[in-house]
């Protein structure tokens, strides 16, 4: 039988140790049900057999295991500081550390005082206390909770209740705090849910209902007034209005849409009403896709990430042996005093806890892909950001990339009057040519015509159509045969002189246009210059990317002469012509030998080859493009090409914040184990150097959440 798919955001996941929870909860039921737990984004999905298991069945387990599901799609958010259990039991170990204080400067017993004290750890270590052991037991790791649990039991064994008392008060604070910090990560996600309506107004039997966003189907018609949000993706069926993409793409000034042009679920329609047929469902929508992608790429980790993960299991043990050889050895060996030296170990354990080391990457990077999601760039995954920092060569198609795409008319010529039609302007040329390629579904024909539109010029009447492949078109007006091809086609093929021209064609061809002559089987008419345009912000991007230390490198199918002007005119360092999709992967490869990492820029399509080849493949344009949006490991929404650069900023933007967090936690660990080693620092300073660290690197991680 066919599995289903329950995916539900939950309360209460904030960290590894809670979906390694979440997954012991669900073993007994395993072979009936698959599950796959998102920590970062506090989502749980669901893969299980319908005969055998329900949503209700699965959200209720959930319930029973301390993890709250939510209603529909919001993403759960940390209850008020003062119902959240774990900020009320450190508030409550805090107050007893004050009192059991306060009263050890009177003459109270000190009996009555180190029981307030041990209360305060009873109290306060409660939570970490438990995951430490379940970490213990049924992971078999040492984790920083057990190193703090063992010091905090130590130090009451040696008669320093209140150190211990101290200790728990404070790193329990920070794990009540840790919610927080992965709730303030989430708001990227919890942005793009809100772009999105909860109701959408759908024409039903000739009648307008509002319906939930869910229950919108493919095909559906529906309404969207000036101001509101489109629900789902869909292309226009009725109206004209200006719709803001920034929330999808990124770009800034809103564009015009028409019948016909397609419209992202979460851009915010402008002045004019549309009605909108649905082309995807609000589950399989652009936003939907990016939301999960976005939670796909803060669960894969970076080869740092990794590498420090891997660390953290070897020396969260090693600093416990570590510590109790410092406790034994100097006293049995070297006649050193027992309390002494357990003081100093337990104080080494507390310093030498890698918590600052080990969240300094992973909440530097989650902040980061959810900023880059705003911004309308999706990077898959740590290692991508990773990689983007280190890029050395960007290598860029041409069509799609750094043109538009789109064939456009650039010039037209009137070679003289013509005795036979009457034609002696621009507007009698374009009629013409516009009536011979309205039937021809080619780039170039689809160029002028549309140029013809734009000015409003009416096509001639031409009869009797004919395709010449790869030559060009001919027909009948007005009793004349009329042709439309290259300055080739003309001078080989019908024996008509263009010498007059040759200047002008070879000029306009230098600039890598394409050159369509029209005219009779007696003369040449006019000339047509056509060109795939350039992206307005093309060459201030190549600037940029210059400017940060980037090598350009520009990979194209087209011919020399054509890739040659394009080059010169954006500004790249260099150029390759007349390229295969095999070509691509061959260059990118030896770029890739030469300089280092290379990244490549392409459609996501046609370039797939060259994007996988490349140290980084970066998809533009992606937005509604699945094909674009699953091969890339970078994924541009917009056809803006700044967005690239924008994206190499934010890399190495991310990579500066890991490095300062990195230092910055290692040189506090190595200072607090000197201090702790040769008794300068007490407990009290250990807890309150290895708590601060970690609230500044946290402070130092979210600064990425700054676009």
Same mark, same amino acid.
């Given at each position: 039988?066919?599995?289903?798919?329950?995916?539900?955001?939950?309360?209460?996941?904030?960290?590894?140790?809670?979906?390694?929870?979440?997954?012991?909860?669900?073993?007994?039921?395993?072979?009936?049900?698959?599950?796959?737990?998102?920590?970062?984004? %506090?989502?749980?999905?669901?893969?299980?057999?319908?005969?055998?298991?329900?949503?209700?069945?699965?959200?209720?387990?959930?319930?029973?295991?301390?993890?709250?599901?939510?209603?529909?799609?919001?993403?759960? @958010?940390?209850?008020?500081?003062?119902?959240?259990? $774990?900020?009320?039991?450190?508030?409550?170990?805090?107050?007893?550390?004050?009192?059991?204080?306060?009263?050890?400067?009177?003459?109270?017993?000190?009996? &009555?005082?180190?029981?307030?004290?041990?209360?305060?750890?009873?109290? /306060?270590?409660?939570?970490?206390?438990?995951?430490?052991?379940?970490?213990?037991? !049924?992971?078999?790791?040492?984790?920083?909770?057990?190193?703090?649990?063992?010091?905090?039991?130590?130090?009451?064994?040696?008669?320093?209740?209140?150190?211990?008392?101290?200790?728990?008060?404070?790193?329990?604070?920070?794990?009540?705090?840790?919610?927080?910090?992965?709730?303030?990560?989430?708001?990227?996600?919890?942005?793009?849910?809100?772009?999105?309506?909860?109701?959408?107004?759908?024409?039903?039997?000739?009648?307008?209902?509002?319906?939930?966003?869910?229950?919108?189907?493919?095909?559906?018609?529906?309404?969207?007034?000036?101001?509101?949000?489109?629900?789902?993706?869909?292309?226009?069926?009725?109206?004209?209005?200006?719709?803001?993409?920034?929330?999808?793409?990124?770009?800034?000034?809103?564009?015009?849409? !028409?019948?016909?042009?397609?419209?992202?679920?979460?851009?915010?329609?402008?002045?004019?009403?549309?009605?909108?047929?649905?082309?995807?469902?609000?589950?399989?929508?652009?936003?939907?896709?990016?939301?999960?992608?976005?939670?796909?790429?803060?669960? $894969?980790?970076?080869?740092?990430?990794?590498?420090?993960?891997?660390?953290?299991?070897?020396?969260?043990?090693?600093?416990?042996?570590?510590?109790?050889?410092? %406790?034994?050895?100097?006293?049995?060996?070297?006649?050193?005093?027992? !309390?002494?030296?357990?003081? =100093?170990?337990?104080?080494?354990?507390?310093?030498?806890?890698?918590?600052?080391?080990?969240?300094?990457?992973?909440?530097?990077?989650?902040?980061?892909?959810?900023?880059?999601?705003?911004?309308?760039?999706?990077?898959?995954?740590?290692?991508?950001?990773?990689?983007?920092? $280190?890029?050395?060569? *960007?290598?860029?198609?041409?069509?799609?990339?750094?043109?538009?795409?789109?064939?456009?008319?650039?010039?037209?010529?009137?070679?003289?009057?013509?005795?036979?039609?009457?034609?002696?302007?621009?507007?009698?040329?374009?009629?013409?040519?516009?009536?011979?390629?309205?039937?021809?579904?080619?780039?170039?024909?689809?160029?002028?015509?549309?140029?013809?539109?734009?000015?409003?010029?009416?096509?001639?009447?031409?009869?009797?159509?004919?395709?010449?492949?790869?030559?060009?078109?001919?027909?009948?007006?007005?009793?004349?045969?009329?042709?439309?091809?290259?300055?080739?086609?003309?001078?080989?093929?019908?024996?008509?002189?263009?010498?007059?021209?040759?200047?002008?064609?070879?000029?306009?061809?230098?600039?890598? $246009?394409?050159?369509?002559?029209?005219?009779?089987?007696?003369?040449?008419?006019?000339?047509?210059?056509?060109?795939?345009?350039?992206?307005?912000?093309? =060459?201030?991007?190549?600037?940029?990317? !210059?400017?940060?230390?980037?090598?350009?490198?520009?990979?194209?199918? +087209?011919? @020399?002469?054509?890739?040659?002007?394009?080059?010169?005119?954006?500004?790249?360092?260099?150029?390759?012509?007349?390229?295969?999709?095999?070509?691509? *992967?061959?260059?990118?490869?030896?770029?890739?030998?030469?300089?280092?990492?290379?990244?490549?820029?392409?459609?996501?399509?046609?370039?797939?080859?060259?994007?996988?080849?490349?140290?980084?493949?970066?998809?533009?344009?992606?937005?509604?493009?699945?094909?674009?949006?699953?091969?890339? +490991?970078?994924?541009?929404?917009?056809?803006?090409?700044?967005?690239?650069?924008?994206?190499?900023?934010?890399?190495?933007?991310?990579?500066?914040?890991?490095?300062?967090?990195?230092?910055?936690?290692?040189?506090?660990?190595?200072?607090?184990?000197?201090?702790?080693?040769?008794?300068?620092?007490?407990?009290?300073?250990? &807890?309150? /150097?290895?708590?601060?660290?970690?609230?500044?690197?946290?402070?130092?991680?979210?600064?990425?959440?700054?676009?």
């Amino acid at each position: 039988m066919k599995s289903a798919q329950f995916d539900v955001y939950v309360g209460n996941l904030d960290c590894e140790h809670d979906a390694a929870a979440i997954e012991r909860g669900f073993a007994d039921i395993a072979e009936r049900v698959q599950l796959r737990v998102y920590p970062k984004s %506090a989502k749980v999905s669901f893969q299980y057999d319908p005969a055998s298991a329900s949503p209700e069945m699965l959200r209720e387990k959930l319930d029973t295991l301390g993890f709250p599901p939510q209603a529909g799609r919001s993403v759960p @958010q940390q209850p008020k500081i003062w119902r959240n259990p $774990k900020v009320i039991t450190a508030v409550i170990a805090g107050v007893l550390l004050l009192v059991g204080w306060l009263l050890s400067q009177t003459a109270v017993p000190g009996l &009555v005082t180190t029981g307030i004290y041990i209360g305060a750890v009873v109290i /306060g270590g409660y939570y970490f206390g438990r995951e430490a052991l379940e970490e213990l037991i !049924h992971e078999r790791e040492v984790g920083i909770e057990l190193l703090m649990l063992i010091a905090a039991v130590a130090a009451l064994l040696l008669g320093e209740p209140a150190e211990a008392a101290m200790l728990v008060f404070l790193y329990s604070l920070s794990e009540a705090a840790e919610g927080y910090t992965e709730e303030k990560t989430r708001s990227a996600v919890r942005a793009l849910m809100d772009l999105t309506p909860k109701v959408a107004l759908v024409k039903r039997d000739g009648r307008e209902v509002e319906i939930p966003v869910e229950e919108l189907a493919v095909d559906d018609v529906f309404i969207v007034k000036p101001g509101q949000s489109i629900p789902t993706d869909g292309m226009v069926i009725l109206g004209t209005s200006s719709v803001n993409q920034a929330p999808v793409t990124g770009e800034s000034i809103p564009v015009e849409k !028409h019948v016909d042009e397609q419209v992202f679920a979460g851009s915010i329609n402008g002045e004019g009403a549309l009605e909108v047929r649905a082309t995807k469902t609000f589950a399989d929508n652009t936003i939907a896709r990016i939301i999960h992608m976005v939670e796909e790429a803060q669960e $894969k980790k970076g080869n740092s990430q990794r590498f420090i993960e891997r660390f953290g299991h070897v020396y969260s043990p090693a600093v416990l042996g570590i510590g109790i050889l410092f %406790a034994v050895v100097p006293p049995l060996l070297l006649g050193g005093d027992w !309390h002494t030296w357990l003081t =100093r170990a337990v104080v080494f354990i507390v310093a030498a806890a890698p918590c600052a080391l080990v969240i300094s990457i992973p909440i530097t990077m989650v902040a980061t892909l959810g900023t880059g999601a705003r911004k309308g760039v999706l990077i898959k995954g740590g290692k991508y950001v990773e990689a983007l920092s $280190k890029i050395k060569v *960007v290598a860029l198609d041409k069509t799609g990339t750094l043109t538009r795409g789109e064939p456009e008319v650039t010039d037209v010529f009137v070679l003289g009057s013509n005795p036979t039609t009457g034609m002696r302007s621009e507007p009698d040329l374009l009629a013409v040519a516009a009536g011979l390629e309205r039937r021809s579904q080619h780039p170039l024909a689809l160029a002028i015509t549309r140029y013809a539109e734009a000015k409003t010029i009416q096509p001639a009447d031409i009869t009797d159509f004919q395709s010449m492949t790869g030559a060009g078109i001919m027909g009948q007006f007005n009793g004349s045969t009329l042709y439309a091809g290259s300055p080739d086609y003309f001078e080989g093929q019908l024996k008509i002189s263009l010498a007059d021209s040759t200047a002008q064609i070879t000029r306009l061809q230098s600039e890598g $246009k394409t050159v369509i002559v029209i005219g009779d089987t007696h003369a040449a008419w006019g000339l047509i210059a056509i060109r795939d345009t350039i992206r307005p912000n093309a =060459r201030k991007a190549v600037e940029r990317l !210059h400017a940060a230390g980037v090598k350009v490198v520009m990979l194209t199918g +087209d011919n @020399q002469r054509t890739a040659q002007a394009i080059a010169h005119e954006v500004g790249v360092d260099s150029f390759y012509a007349d390229l295969k999709p095999e070509d691509k *992967v061959t260059r990118v490869r030896e770029l890739a030998a030469q300089y280092g990492q290379v990244a490549m820029v392409g459609d996501g399509v046609n370039d797939a080859p060259a994007l996988a080849e490349a140290s980084v493949g970066i998809a533009m344009g992606a937005a509604g493009t699945d094909v674009a949006l699953e091969t890339a +490991d970078v994924a541009l929404m917009a056809d803006d090409l700044e967005k690239l650069v924008y994206a190499l900023s934010l890399a190495k933007r991310n990579a500066s914040v890991v490095n300062q967090n990195l230092v910055l936690s290692a040189v506090v660990i190595g200072a607090l184990v000197i201090g702790a080693l040769t008794g300068i620092f007490t407990l009290p300073i250990a &807890v309150l /150097g290895h708590e601060i660290s970690e609230f500044i690197v946290i402070g130092s991680g979210l600064r990425m959440l700054r676009s």
